[in-house]
Protein backbone atom coordinates (compact mmCIF):
# COMPACT_ATOMS: atom_id res chain seq x y z
CA UNK A 1 0.00 0.00 0.00
CA UNK A 2 1.28 3.61 -0.56
CA UNK A 3 -0.08 6.16 1.67
CA UNK A 4 -0.07 9.93 0.84
CA UNK A 5 -0.52 11.57 4.10
CA UNK A 6 -1.51 15.15 4.29
CA UNK A 7 1.66 16.21 1.80
CA UNK A 8 2.39 19.33 0.93
CA UNK A 9 5.41 20.13 -1.59
CA UNK A 10 7.18 23.47 -2.24
CA UNK A 11 9.49 23.75 -5.05
CA UNK A 12 10.91 27.22 -3.62
CA UNK A 13 10.84 28.08 -0.12
CA UNK A 14 9.02 31.18 -1.21
CA UNK A 15 6.86 29.54 -3.85
CA UNK A 16 3.15 29.02 -4.09
CA UNK A 17 3.02 24.95 -2.91
CA UNK A 18 2.85 22.60 -6.08
CA UNK A 19 1.09 20.28 -4.20
CA UNK A 20 -1.09 20.97 -1.14
CA UNK A 21 -2.49 18.86 1.66
CA UNK A 22 -2.87 16.04 -0.61
CA UNK A 23 -4.10 12.53 1.20
CA UNK A 24 -4.87 9.47 -0.72
CA UNK A 25 -3.47 5.14 -0.19
CA UNK A 26 -2.72 3.21 -3.43
CA UNK A 27 -3.62 -0.25 -3.04
CA UNK A 28 -1.49 -3.27 -4.75
CA UNK A 29 -2.91 -4.38 -7.75
CA UNK A 30 -4.89 -1.82 -8.65
CA UNK A 31 -5.80 0.69 -11.66
CA UNK A 32 -5.58 4.66 -10.56
CA UNK A 33 -6.20 7.30 -13.13
CA UNK A 34 -4.92 10.77 -12.35
CA UNK A 35 -6.14 13.35 -14.46
CA UNK A 36 -6.14 17.58 -14.21
CA UNK A 37 -5.41 20.54 -16.00
CA UNK A 38 -1.42 21.69 -16.45
CA UNK A 39 0.52 22.66 -13.39
CA UNK A 40 -2.00 20.97 -11.33
CA UNK A 41 0.51 18.62 -9.51
CA UNK A 42 0.26 15.30 -11.47
CA UNK A 43 4.02 15.19 -12.34
CA UNK A 44 4.77 15.96 -8.59
CA UNK A 45 2.99 13.95 -7.20
CA UNK A 46 4.45 11.02 -9.00
CA UNK A 47 7.72 12.43 -8.05
CA UNK A 48 6.47 11.60 -4.29
CA UNK A 49 4.96 8.42 -4.75
CA UNK A 50 8.55 6.58 -5.63
CA UNK A 51 10.47 9.13 -3.05
CA UNK A 52 12.58 11.42 -6.52
CA UNK A 53 11.19 13.96 -4.30
CA UNK A 54 9.93 13.81 -0.66
CA UNK A 55 7.55 16.24 1.34
CA UNK A 56 7.39 19.11 2.54
CA UNK A 57 5.18 18.50 4.88
CA UNK A 58 3.30 15.29 5.64
CA UNK A 59 4.34 11.72 4.81
CA UNK A 60 4.25 9.27 1.98
CA UNK A 61 4.82 5.75 2.83
CA UNK A 62 5.41 2.70 0.97
CA UNK A 63 4.62 -1.01 2.43
CA UNK A 64 5.32 1.03 5.44
CA UNK A 65 8.57 2.79 4.28
CA UNK A 66 8.63 6.73 4.74
CA UNK A 67 10.19 8.25 1.47
CA UNK A 68 11.77 10.89 3.24
CA UNK A 69 13.68 8.14 4.88
CA UNK A 70 17.72 7.63 2.92
CA UNK A 71 17.79 4.32 3.99
CA UNK A 72 15.13 3.06 2.06
CA UNK A 73 15.56 5.02 -1.11
CA UNK A 74 16.88 2.13 -3.26
CA UNK A 75 13.79 -0.29 -1.62
CA UNK A 76 11.03 2.39 -2.16
CA UNK A 77 12.64 2.76 -6.24
CA UNK A 78 12.44 -0.55 -6.83
CA UNK A 79 8.80 -0.93 -5.31
CA UNK A 80 7.68 1.89 -7.36
CA UNK A 81 8.60 2.32 -10.84
CA UNK A 82 8.08 5.78 -12.91
CA UNK A 83 7.85 6.19 -16.11
CA UNK A 84 8.35 10.02 -16.76
CA UNK A 85 6.75 12.54 -18.91
CA UNK A 86 9.21 12.69 -21.71
CA UNK A 87 10.74 9.47 -22.50
CA UNK A 88 14.26 11.08 -23.94
CA UNK A 89 14.91 12.44 -20.57
CA UNK A 90 14.95 8.60 -19.42
CA UNK A 91 16.91 7.05 -22.07
CA UNK A 92 20.30 5.98 -20.12
CA UNK A 93 21.64 3.16 -22.53
CA UNK A 94 23.21 3.51 -26.13
CA UNK A 95 21.32 0.44 -26.98
CA UNK A 96 18.03 -0.78 -26.09
CA UNK A 97 18.96 -3.74 -24.03
CA UNK A 98 21.23 -1.51 -22.22
CA UNK A 99 18.57 0.78 -21.51
CA UNK A 100 16.69 -1.73 -19.65
CA UNK A 101 19.13 -3.39 -17.70
CA UNK A 102 20.49 -0.09 -16.27
CA UNK A 103 17.57 -0.30 -13.55
CA UNK A 104 17.62 -3.82 -12.31
CA UNK A 105 21.48 -3.74 -12.94
CA UNK A 106 22.04 -0.57 -10.10
CA UNK A 107 19.81 -2.87 -7.79
CA UNK A 108 22.31 -5.65 -7.94
CA UNK A 109 20.49 -8.07 -10.04
CA UNK A 110 22.80 -10.99 -10.81
CA UNK A 111 24.08 -11.32 -14.53
CA UNK A 112 21.80 -14.11 -15.46
CA UNK A 113 18.74 -12.72 -13.84
CA UNK A 114 18.96 -9.70 -15.46
CA UNK A 115 19.38 -11.30 -18.83
CA UNK A 116 15.86 -12.86 -18.21
CA UNK A 117 14.20 -9.66 -16.90
CA UNK A 118 15.39 -7.67 -19.81
CA UNK A 119 14.17 -10.55 -22.40
CA UNK A 120 10.76 -10.55 -20.43
CA UNK A 121 10.24 -6.38 -19.95
CA UNK A 122 10.87 -6.48 -23.89
CA UNK A 123 8.36 -9.35 -24.96
CA UNK A 124 6.29 -7.20 -22.47
CA UNK A 125 6.14 -3.99 -24.51
CA UNK A 126 6.77 -5.93 -27.89
CA UNK A 127 10.09 -4.63 -28.59
CA UNK A 128 11.72 -7.76 -28.81
CA UNK A 129 13.81 -8.25 -31.71
CA UNK A 130 14.94 -4.62 -31.38
CA UNK A 131 18.08 -5.09 -28.38
CA UNK A 132 20.79 -4.14 -30.10
CA UNK A 133 18.56 -0.73 -31.92
CA UNK A 134 20.08 2.43 -30.97
CA UNK A 135 17.23 4.23 -28.82
CA UNK A 136 17.38 7.80 -30.89
CA UNK A 137 16.34 5.38 -33.89
CA UNK A 138 13.21 4.44 -32.33
CA UNK A 139 9.92 5.78 -33.08
CA UNK A 140 7.96 7.88 -30.38
CA UNK A 141 6.02 5.20 -29.37
CA UNK A 142 8.72 2.40 -29.03
CA UNK A 143 10.58 4.94 -27.21
CA UNK A 144 7.88 5.04 -24.55
CA UNK A 145 7.40 1.40 -24.30
CA UNK A 146 10.93 1.00 -24.04
CA UNK A 147 10.55 3.39 -21.13
CA UNK A 148 8.22 1.05 -19.99
CA UNK A 149 10.41 -1.83 -19.82
CA UNK A 150 12.69 -0.27 -18.18
CA UNK A 151 10.61 0.06 -15.19
CA UNK A 152 9.16 -3.72 -15.60
CA UNK A 153 12.97 -4.94 -15.46
CA UNK A 154 12.83 -3.60 -11.59
CA UNK A 155 9.75 -5.80 -11.21
CA UNK A 156 7.70 -3.03 -9.46
CA UNK A 157 4.97 -3.61 -7.44
CA UNK A 158 3.35 0.03 -8.44
CA UNK A 159 4.22 1.48 -11.52
CA UNK A 160 3.61 5.29 -12.18
CA UNK A 161 3.10 6.59 -15.35
CA UNK A 162 3.23 10.13 -16.35
CA UNK A 163 1.13 10.92 -19.43
CA UNK A 164 2.85 7.75 -21.10
CA UNK A 165 0.30 8.13 -24.14
CA UNK A 166 0.70 11.76 -24.84
CA UNK A 167 3.05 11.98 -27.82
CA UNK A 168 1.47 8.22 -29.63
CA UNK A 169 -0.73 8.19 -32.18
CA UNK A 170 -4.28 6.07 -31.58
CA UNK A 171 -2.80 2.79 -32.13
CA UNK A 172 0.55 3.33 -29.79
CA UNK A 173 -2.18 4.43 -27.43
CA UNK A 174 -3.84 0.93 -27.64
CA UNK A 175 -0.97 -0.78 -27.58
CA UNK A 176 0.60 0.71 -24.28
CA UNK A 177 -2.85 0.47 -22.92
CA UNK A 178 -2.96 -3.30 -22.84
CA UNK A 179 0.73 -4.02 -22.10
CA UNK A 180 -0.40 -2.02 -18.52
CA UNK A 181 -4.09 -4.27 -18.03
CA UNK A 182 -1.29 -7.22 -18.96
CA UNK A 183 0.68 -5.89 -15.63
CA UNK A 184 -2.17 -5.28 -13.71
CA UNK A 185 -3.60 -9.01 -14.09
CA UNK A 186 -0.38 -10.26 -13.33
CA UNK A 187 -0.62 -8.10 -9.66
CA UNK A 188 0.89 -4.82 -10.49
CA UNK A 189 -0.74 -1.55 -9.22
CA UNK A 190 -1.16 0.83 -11.85
CA UNK A 191 -1.00 4.83 -11.20
CA UNK A 192 -1.86 6.63 -14.76
CA UNK A 193 -1.38 9.98 -15.27
CA UNK A 194 -3.18 11.29 -18.87
CA UNK A 195 -4.99 13.88 -20.19
CA UNK A 196 -7.06 11.65 -22.07
CA UNK A 197 -10.28 10.89 -20.38
CA UNK A 198 -11.19 8.24 -22.64
CA UNK A 199 -8.32 6.59 -20.58
CA UNK A 200 -10.31 7.10 -17.29
CA UNK A 201 -13.34 5.59 -18.29
CA UNK A 202 -12.78 1.94 -17.45
CA UNK A 203 -11.00 2.88 -14.60
CA UNK A 204 -11.85 1.61 -11.17
CA UNK A 205 -11.01 5.27 -9.89
CA UNK A 206 -9.86 8.73 -10.73
CA UNK A 207 -8.38 11.34 -8.77
CA UNK A 208 -8.68 14.82 -10.29
CA UNK A 209 -6.20 17.19 -8.75
CA UNK A 210 -6.47 21.01 -9.14
CA UNK A 211 -4.10 23.60 -8.49
CA UNK A 212 -2.16 21.34 -5.45
CA UNK A 213 -5.09 19.68 -4.36
CA UNK A 214 -7.43 16.56 -4.43
CA UNK A 215 -10.75 17.51 -6.26
CA UNK A 216 -12.27 14.31 -6.80
CA UNK A 217 -11.57 10.76 -5.79
CA UNK A 218 -14.02 8.11 -6.66
CA UNK A 219 -15.39 6.19 -9.92
CA UNK A 220 -15.34 8.36 -12.91
CA UNK A 221 -19.41 7.87 -13.75
CA UNK A 222 -19.77 10.70 -10.92
CA UNK A 223 -17.26 12.82 -11.76
CA UNK A 224 -17.87 12.52 -15.70
CA UNK A 225 -21.67 13.59 -14.65
CA UNK A 226 -20.32 16.48 -12.67
CA UNK A 227 -20.79 19.47 -15.10
CA UNK A 228 -19.66 21.96 -13.06
CA UNK A 229 -16.90 19.94 -11.80
CA UNK A 230 -15.70 18.88 -15.58
CA UNK A 231 -15.44 22.57 -16.62
CA UNK A 232 -13.66 23.90 -14.14
CA UNK A 233 -10.91 20.53 -14.60
CA UNK A 234 -10.79 21.33 -18.38
CA UNK A 235 -12.15 18.03 -18.59
CA UNK A 236 -14.12 17.21 -21.31
CA UNK A 237 -16.61 14.07 -21.43
CA UNK A 238 -15.18 11.29 -23.94
CA UNK A 239 -17.98 10.51 -26.54
CA UNK A 240 -18.51 7.15 -25.71
CA UNK A 241 -19.21 8.72 -22.03
CA UNK A 242 -22.25 11.76 -23.32
CA UNK A 243 -23.83 9.23 -25.29
CA UNK A 244 -24.40 7.08 -22.37
CA UNK A 245 -25.46 10.09 -20.47
CA UNK A 246 -27.89 10.73 -22.80
CA UNK A 247 -29.45 7.50 -22.89
CA UNK A 248 -29.91 7.40 -19.42
CA UNK A 249 -31.36 10.24 -19.28
CA UNK A 250 -33.84 9.34 -21.66
CA UNK A 251 -34.74 6.24 -18.97
CA UNK A 252 -32.22 3.45 -19.86
CA UNK A 253 -30.37 1.82 -17.41
CA UNK A 254 -26.80 2.20 -18.30
CA UNK A 255 -25.07 2.19 -14.95
CA UNK A 256 -22.37 -0.93 -15.54
CA UNK A 257 -22.30 0.08 -19.36
CA UNK A 258 -18.46 0.18 -19.94
CA UNK A 259 -18.68 -0.78 -23.29
CA UNK A 260 -20.69 -0.16 -27.22
CA UNK A 261 -21.26 -3.54 -26.96
CA UNK A 262 -22.79 -3.30 -22.96
CA UNK A 263 -24.65 -0.37 -24.84
CA UNK A 264 -26.39 -2.76 -27.67
CA UNK A 265 -27.13 -4.92 -25.00
CA UNK A 266 -29.44 -2.64 -22.92
CA UNK A 267 -31.10 -1.27 -26.20
CA UNK A 268 -32.00 -4.41 -27.80
CA UNK A 269 -31.28 -7.23 -24.90
CA UNK A 270 -30.60 -10.69 -26.44
N1 LIG B 1 11.19 21.98 -11.14
C1 LIG B 1 10.28 22.89 -10.78
N2 LIG B 1 10.65 24.06 -10.18
C2 LIG B 1 9.73 24.97 -9.79
N3 LIG B 1 8.41 24.83 -9.98
C3 LIG B 1 7.98 23.70 -10.56
C4 LIG B 1 8.89 22.67 -10.99
N4 LIG B 1 8.17 21.66 -11.55
C5 LIG B 1 6.88 22.03 -11.45
N5 LIG B 1 6.76 23.25 -10.86
C6 LIG B 1 5.49 23.96 -10.57
O1 LIG B 1 4.70 23.15 -9.72
C7 LIG B 1 3.33 23.16 -10.12
C8 LIG B 1 2.88 21.74 -10.45
O2 LIG B 1 3.61 21.28 -11.56
P1 LIG B 1 3.50 19.80 -12.13
O3 LIG B 1 4.55 19.63 -13.15
O4 LIG B 1 3.47 18.84 -11.00
O5 LIG B 1 2.06 19.85 -12.80
P2 LIG B 1 1.40 18.86 -13.86
O6 LIG B 1 0.00 18.66 -13.39
O7 LIG B 1 2.23 17.64 -14.03
O8 LIG B 1 1.38 19.71 -15.19
P3 LIG B 1 1.41 19.20 -16.75
O9 LIG B 1 0.01 18.76 -17.06
O10 LIG B 1 1.78 20.43 -17.51
O11 LIG B 1 2.41 18.12 -16.88
C9 LIG B 1 3.25 24.12 -11.31
O12 LIG B 1 2.88 25.37 -10.80
C10 LIG B 1 4.66 24.16 -11.84
O13 LIG B 1 4.94 25.39 -12.43
MG1 LIG C 1 3.17 16.79 -15.66
Not at 184 to 194: D, M, Y
Not at 206 to 216: E, I, P, T
Request: hydrophobic share 45%; proline share 5%.
Amino acid sequence: MIVIDGVTYTYHQAGSAALDGVSATIAPGTWTVIVGPNGSGKSTLARLLNGLLAPSSGRVTVDEMDTADESHAWDVRSRVGLVLQNPDNQIVGTVVEEDVAFGPENLGVPREELRLRVDAALAAVRLTGLERREPHLLSEGQKQRLAIAGALAMRPAYLVLDEPTAMLDAEGRTDVLAVLKELQTSGTAIVLITHDLAEAIHAERVMALNAGSVVYDGEPRALLADDALMQSLGLEAPPFARFVSVLEHVGFDLASARTADDVVEALWPS
